[in-house]
């Protein structure tokens, strides 16, 4: 790192657990998982759309729930299991049943809402509000697609919930 | 021009990789892994990270600029303002032509938009350069602003007489004829708002220029890096292999572009500077706010005399834009007697851009529902309206069609939709709470054209690449090469793999205009087929090839192997036959520009939008076309606007890959139901200012809003528009969705809305 | 953001004491406090992390009342059964707010907390002038774009709108909110600007929401919660509407009403105007729009906003008829 880097005195010591794996850091409390991930992680699958809460993109799962990165300190999710995009296929590299459908789908165009899109779509069908085309899309309705994407992400979210029910 | 047959291939697998085959995106995997890295997040040693400052006025003077708080917060390297920042050259504009200015600086003292950058803070960490942007103290003179079109002080504007199409004698005949309507229609100025926000990296090596930034352009931005600071084009290089949405946004090198790469110059330590979500929408334009009038003059049986249009658009007070607005209104209608023209009024905003088919989403907005008030006068069903004046050839152009498969989407769609049954009356359609409508409107779209060029490589393994410096922003280039390539050689798609998106790879022009698909997969299948040739002339021609004691004419590839067609002698694979003869590969360069080119002319070619081949060029004129069915359930009591059903048939001539274009002309659908609905910048004209720039009060449709969309390709191969037959497809759908949707909502409710965005306040 | 010191609480002793002291706020899960950190509106000097203490998530359904933590999330709470079958007013006003994400980190005590959409007061840079924000420095909002501000309660300091539903729902159905030492409605727990915009909540330092505590009734169980807004989901109300009801046994008469309303005013909007003209009346649909329109009484129009005039009644009458539909 480069040494010319000020540390300011608040700084907080934070573990974080990403994907199975621990990760410690040394950073502000006012830094966000988000910019932890991307910045400082180098986990640039969790998308910047908006940083205010208002596009979905950076969507995340927080002890199996999924939530906006964007919104949430960093140092408010130690001792809290994180899952990203990137830890949802399995070590193989075998795709979850939800990035399959979505591939299978053609559920994207330019491909930046998708990391949050899929991990919305994996807690949606965990909660068990993937019960219909109109619950899907009521509760996936926290994720904006400007591609228009929506009736293949439905479709996606459909196959895959009848997939993973079975 | 013929179209080049494509050799179709034989088993079902190879049909879903060829053109036209329904394959999943190559690039897909990248993703929906979080393994597709976007611009901005490359990782550097010794980034910094940079934040602009906004002005908070629309008019006026930045009198005093105090940075001593934001140079002493922590982590700050340096503070930027118009007396610090380094100076750039004026650079050319999209057509090559010169600057106005010998100099540029992308801070400004003279201030004439609100949100323009008259500062910027370079910190070690991002939140640092966020907080320390904060203690920016800025003073201004203000003076008096233009808010909007409709302020007083804009006055009428300037005439744009490039715009003014006119045959026969519009007025009289408009004056003469039994049936006339005539309405006002508008549109509010509109954003692109694409999920990337813009933003980029820039880094210096001695006097070479790395950018990464999300580009529809990567020669045109390069160009205008080279210009900015004075350095040679060949120094400049700009990657962009996914770009998260562009619309129309990123086709150009910016003012907060130059901010970060003049710091990174000055710091020499690459700047990373990515736009706040409420900088994207005052930082560049979208799409201008216009106002039309349609004038239509019939006689009884509904037959059109007369078109009388003026349009206006806002521009920029120290910037020109024009959104052609009456691009459709001149075309869509067979009429003896037209006249449209057009005005830009000056208005203290950032300069206007292209969204998603500048000019013919805006003009389709006003013929398409005033026809369809035509239709209502006259009590002729809004469909049977636009049969009876179809336009059988180009009316401005005087030019036959080069194909027009309008009338097969009318019926199309109107089968599928089941327009039969549709009740004529306005508010004869309910559900309970819910009045029902069903509207119908066209669009269009021009086929732009231009040179493009590719590089295919045939490499030792038998594995090809094919390189450009076009790019993928969604509309599915990588796949379509992949399937070009893949089909020209006769290799399996999982062989091929696509570079895009860097400067450095064989030129491209810009992404814009539909025309991308059809000037690349003709460029690609040129060079495929160069690269073909070649390798084909070694397997015959070669002492040290299997295949030189068969003396044969010919072979062909196929799945990778290559074989005589009359099936006698060798069968290789190709990684056989190069190590056979002793070649580590094959590389050709397919272009479409003329022969006797001049390095000048190519340069032009890819780094201008100058040389652009005319949609009307020769004996044709070239357009896409779509005809779209719309019910939409109003709810009585709360004037709130739903769609519930959509049929969009399309005329985009051949697809390349239909999964990918129907995506494609899904979202534009979508994107269309936003514009009709929901999206409007709306300024507070006290202060000349956007005051909902953001992702929660600027309203993007959700998934919610957005019903099942049935698209029908109505296509059929164009020889004349591109080298395998297809018409653009980006910017079609877009185009004739919001008058569908205002028809529909006059057929649900008797109410005829005429400003954008439909609004329930508009209708309770 | 302004940096800060960052603490946990272990437990709501320690909170209570950090809550007091001066530049310190709470963080519970964070869509108001950082959102609006991110604005430049909120500015601690200390952010006291709550979301980890133990004990104040419960969700605790009877037929007589609902007692949830104040720590309990929006969307386990939407989701739980007993709320659905008996307050689903609650359950419906959760749900319809916000999106599914953030309700995974919103708390009920957050969510009541929340601040105003208003764009003025989220935009200190080029608005300073915002009594909320900076008391007697005037509202930008007046004479601007107020589309979506408020026309009851109001004043000339302030006329941002409550953009919450939850709390609309409680005060339709007279719930209490706990701050340890003390209980109050929560309707008399929200304050309208008069000439103090910058006071919000009747709270006083050092005190902590610890849970809210719904009275079950007839009408609790009879209730729903309708939201109009221009888009389908993931978006602040035009106008809401949460009604309670119960009928006579003749199943037309109406023995008790409750009706608050959303989306229109400086603080959630109990309309018992409506509710004393409909109660002994037969639940018929001219009588029921005709009763709704007297919410609109005193209500105040600032331009862009006039269509709330219309359209709140509208969606008052929408959920009494909807409620007289259904058993």
Redesign the interface.
């Known amino acids: 790192m480069n040494d010319q880097v000020t540390i300011s005195p608040t700084t907080l010591s934070v573990h974080l657990t990403i994907n199975g794996r621990d990760h410690s850091l040394d950073i502000e409390p006012r830094v966000t998982l988000l910019d932890a991930l991307r910045d400082r992680l180098h986990l640039t699958g969790t998308k910047k759309g908006c940083d205010q809460g208002q596009c979905g993109a950076c969507t995340v799962h927080v002890d199996g729930e999924r939530v906006l990165a964007c919104l949430t300190l960093a140092a408010q999710v130690e001792g809290r299991s994180i899952t990203t995009i990137e830890g949802l296929a399995d070590e193989d590299g075998t795709l979850h049943a939800v990035q399959a459908a979505f591939l299978e789908q053609d559920a994207f165009q330019c491909g930046y809402c998708t990391p949050g899109q899929i991990m919305s779509a994996v807690a949606c069908i965990r909660e068990g509000h993937a019960g219909s085309d109109e619950e899907i899309r009521e509760y996936m309705a926290g994720n904006l697609c400007r591609c228009g994407a929506y009736p293949h992400i439905v479709a996606a979210v459909r196959q895959a919930a009848k997939e993973l029910r079975s | 021009m013929t179209v080049h047959d494509m050799k179709h291939a034989a088993s079902d697998s190879a049909r879903l990789e060829a053109v036209g085959g329904r394959l999943?995106?190559v690039?897909?995997?990248?993703?929906?892994?979080?393994?597709?890295?976007?611009a901005v997040?490359q990782?550097l040693?010794?980034l910094t990270h940079a934040v602009v400052v906004g002005a908070?006025i629309a008019a006026g003077k930045v009198s005093a600029i105090d940075t001593r708080a934001a140079e002493t917060a922590?982590?700050v390297l340096a503070v930027l303002t118009p007396d610090t920042i380094m100076e750039l050259n004026g650079a050319s504009d999209w057509l090559g032509n010169p600057p106005s200015q010998p100099t540029y600086a992308p801070l400004v003292r003279e201030v004439t938009f609100?949100g323009q950058h008259v500062a910027a803070v370079v910190a070690?960490?991002?939140?640092?350069a966020?907080?320390a942007a904060?203690l920016v103290k800025v003073w201004y003179d203000e003076s008096p602003a233009i808010v909007d079109l409709s302020d007083g002080k804009a006055g009428d504007g300037i005439p744009i007489d490039a715009m003014t199409k006119e045959w026969g004698d519009a007025q009289a005949a408009f004056a003469e004829a039994p049936v006339r309507i005539c309405a006002a229609y508008n549109t509010p100025r509109e954003f692109?708002?694409?999920?990337?926000?813009h933003g980029l990296i820039a880094r210096w090596e001695g006097d070479e220029l790395t950018i990464w930034e999300p580009s529809q352009w990567l020669d045109g931005m390069a160009r205008t890096y080279a210009e900015w600071f004075g350095v040679p084009f060949e120094n400049v290089r700009l990657v962009s292999p996914?770009?998260?949405?562009?619309?129309g946004s990123k086709a150009l090198a910016l003012a907060h572009s130059a901010v970060a790469a003049a710091a990174a110059r000055m710091l020499d330590r690459p700047v990373k500077l990515?736009l706040?979500?409420p900088q994207n929408f005052t930082s560049y334009g979208g799409r201008a706010a216009t106002r039309q009038t349609v004038a239509i003059g019939a006689d009884r049986e509904g037959r059109i005399q007369s078109i009388v249009h003026r349009g206006v658009n806002e521009t920029a007070v120290d910037g020109m834009w024009v959104e052609p607005l009456g691009s459709v209104t001149s075309i869509m209608y067979a009429t003896p007697n037209f006249s449209s023209r057009q005005n830009v009024v000056r208005v203290n905003t950032v300069v206007p851009g292209a969204k998603r088919a500048p000019g013919e989403n805006p003009s389709a907005f006003g013929i398409e529902s005033a026809i369809d008030e035509l239709a209502y006068e006259l009590g002729i069903d809004p469909l049977e309206m636009r049969l009876i004046n179809y336009a059988e050839r180009d009316p401005h152009a005087k030019k036959a069609w080069s194909t027009r498969q309008l009338r097969e989407a009318f019926a199309a769609g109107a089968e599928a939709f089941g327009w039969a049954k549709r009740s004529s009356a306005p508010r004869s359609m309910r559900d309970g709470?819910q009045l029902i409508g069903w509207g119908v409107a066209a669009g269009t779209y021009p086929v732009r054209r231009a040179h493009g060029e590719a590089v295919v490589k045939i490499l030792a393994d038998g594995s090809v690449e094919v390189e450009s410096s076009s790019i993928d922003?969604?509309?599915?280039t990588y796949t379509i090469l992949a399937q070009t390539a893949a089909e020209t050689l006769g290799v399996p798609v999982e062989q091929v793999s696509v570079r895009l998106g860097d400067s450095h790879f064989a030129r491209a022009g810009v992404t814009g205009g539909s025309r991308l698909a059809g000037v690349m997969t003709g460029a690609v299948y040129k060079a495929a087929g160069q690269a073909l040739d070649e390798l084909i002339g070694l397997a015959i021609a070669d002492p040290r090839s299997p295949f030189h004691a068969l003396q044969a004419n010919t072979l062909q590839v196929r799945g990778g192997r290559i074989a005589s067609p009359r099936g006698e002698g060798p069968e290789l694979s190709i990684a056989e036959l190069l190590s056979a003869v002793g070649r580590d590969r094959i590389e050709a360069k397919g272009d479409s520009m003329p022969a006797n080119s001049t390095p000048e002319e190519r340069y032009k070619n890819y780094t201008t939008i100058a040389m652009s081949i005319p949609h009307t060029e020769g004996d044709y004129s070239r357009y896409s076309w779509c005809a779209h069915f719309v019910e939409v359930r109003v709810?009585e009591?709360?004037?709130?606007v739903?769609v519930s059903r959509v049929v969009s048939a399309l005329d985009s001539g051949r697809l390349y890959n239909p999964?990918?274009a129907?995506?494609?002309w899904?979202?534009?659908?979508?994107?269309g139901i936003g514009q009709a609905?929901?999206e409007e910048g709306?300024?507070?004209r006290?202060?000349g200012?956007i005051?909902?720039g953001?992702?929660?009060?600027y309203?993007?449709?959700?998934?919610?809003?957005?019903p099942?969309?049935q698209t029908i390709s109505v296509g059929i191969p164009d020889p004349h528009s591109s080298a395998l037959g297809g018409k653009g497809v980006g910017e079609l759908a877009i185009v004739g969705i919001a008058p569908a949707i205002a028809n529909a909502v006059f057929h649900a409710t008797g109410k005829r809305i005429r400003d954008l965005p439909i609004?329930?306040?508009k209708l309770? | 953001m302004r940096d800060f010191s960052y603490f946990r609480a272990e437990n709501i002793e320690a909170a209570r004491n950090a809550a007091a002291l001066p530049g310190a706020m709470l963080l519970a899960g964070g869509t108001t406090l950082v959102d609006l950190a991110k604005c430049g509106v909120a500015e601690p000097a200390t952010v006291i992390d709550i979301s980890h203490i133990e004990g104040f998530n419960a969700i605790d359904v009877t037929a007589d009342r609902a007692i949830i933590g104040a720590l309990a999330k929006m969307s386990h709470v939407a989701d739980n059964a007993e709320v659905k079958s008996l307050f689903p007013a609650v359950s419906e006003a959760l749900w319809q707010a916000a999106s599914a994400q953030l309700r995974n980190m919103a708390t009920i005590g957050g969510n009541l907390m929340q601040r105003t959409r208003c764009p003025y007061f989220r935009d200190p840079a080029n608005f300073p002038a915002c009594n909320k924000r900076a008391p007697g420095s005037g509202c930008s909002a007046i004479g601007g774009v107020t589309r979506g501000h408020a026309v009851l309660g109001t004043s000339e300091a302030c006329i941002a709108t409550y953009p919450g539903d939850l709390a609309v729902a409680l005060v339709a159905l007279d719930a209490e909110v706990d701050l340890g030492e003390r209980k109050l409605k929560v309707e008399d727990f929200f304050l309208a600007p008069g000439a103090t915009a910058e006071q919000e909540h009747d709270i006083r330092p050092g005190e902590v929401i610890t849970a809210i505590e719904i009275p079950g009734s007839a009408s609790a169980r009879r209730s729903t919660y309708i939201k109009v807004r221009d888009r389908q989901s993931y978006e602040f109300a035009a106008a809401s509407a949460a009604v309670g009801l119960e009928l006579e046994g003749d199943g037309r008469t109406i023995r008790d009403i409750r009706v608050a309303l959303g989306g229109v005013a400086t603080k959630p909007w109990r309309v018992r105007a409506v509710e004393d003209a409909l109660k002994g009346k037969a639940l018929d649909e001219a009588t029921v729009r005709e009763a709704s329109e007297l919410a609109m009484e005193g209500a105040v129009d600032h331009g862009a906003n006039h269509y709330k005039i219309a359209l709140a009644p509208r969606v008052i009458a929408r959920a009494i008829l909807k409620l007289g539909e259904t058993a």
Do not use: C
């Open positions: 999943s995106r690039d897909g995997p990248a993703k929906i892994t979080g393994a597709a890295h976007y997040e990782q040693e010794g908070t922590p982590g609100s070690e960490t991002f939140e640092q966020v907080a904060a692109q708002a694409a999920m990337e926000p996914y770009i998260g949405g562009g619309f990515v706040t979500r709470h922003m969604g509309q599915g709810d009591d709360f004037g709130t739903r999964k990918l129907e995506s494609q899904k979202g534009g659908i979508i994107m609905l929901l709306i300024v507070d006290r202060h200012r005051v909902n953001n992702l929660a009060d309203m993007l449709p959700t998934n919610a809003d957005i099942d969309i609004t329930l306040e309770i």
